[in-house]
């Protein structure tokens, strides 16, 4: 079993839809980042949590510890969100989940 | 303020041969550390630096080294290439350790070998 899993791993919406993006991990960690790659491969940040819930805009990324899981969320989907979201998990090194294909079609 | 820079963004190595690749944090960062990303695969954690010193370390063989320098910049060391090393190289830094902030990273390194 992977530290880190995905789900689901594509996914496609309607231009509008609200979306959610899932990551489950088996190790104790510190810290959880959440990354959005386009094609061509530049990575940006989008969160990095330790706790509760951090917002930006349409998106929302929300940790439980406990249980250990963590969501991604995008209201009001674009097609410019079209791109491969991957969590990531730092306990005492940065281990990937294997990422979601997102694409929203207009 | 400039970004992440990595330098060469493309290169073409044979097996056996040595490849150093070079990664310019972002002002302020103390911290690069440095991933794969086979194609189509999700990347892989190679090293973390943060002041000047190793503090992580992936599953990579001994081919694969690193260092970081007094101005925090680092370089990637491959010796021995094989083809399953052809990837994308990211460099990212960040100000603190992997757990103090967010990433920012660099357009990558493309590296083929043939």
């Known amino acids: 079993k992977n530290e880190v899993e995905q789900s689901p791993q594509n996914l496609t919406a309607q231009e509008g839809e609200f979306i959610t993006i899932n990551c489950s991990y088996s190790v104790g960690i510190s810290a959880l980042h959440w990354l959005q790659q386009h094609p061509g491969g530049g990575i940006v940040s989008l969160f990095m949590l330790s706790s509760g819930k951090k917002k930006h805009g349409r998106l929302i990324a929300t940790i439980n510890i406990q249980e250990k899981h963590s969501s991604l969320h995008i209201t009001a989907s674009h097609p410019r969100d079209s791109a491969v979201y991957i969590c990531?998990?730092?306990?005492?090194?940065?281990?990937f989940g294997a990422g979601t294909i997102l694409r929203v079609k207009s | 303020d400039a970004g992440v820079t990595q330098s060469p963004t493309h290169l073409i190595k044979t097996r056996g041969q040595q490849v150093t690749l070079r990664c310019s944090p972002i002002s302020g960062h103390k911290s690069v550390s440095w991933y794969q990303q086979v194609l189509g695969q999700g990347p892989q954690f190679i090293f973390q630096?943060?002041?000047?010193?190793?503090?992580g370390r992936g599953n990579f063989p001994d081919r694969f080294s690193a260092r970081q320098f007094p101005n925090y910049s680092s370089e990637l060391n491959v010796n021995a290439l094989l083809l399953g090393d052809s990837a994308l190289y990211l460099c990212a830094s960040s100000w603190g350790g992997l757990a103090a902030g967010e990433l920012f990273f660099g357009e990558g390194s493309r590296l083929t070998v043939l």
């Open positions: 630096y943060y002041e000047k010193e190793e503090r």
């Open positions: 990531a998990v730092y306990g005492n090194k940065l281990v």
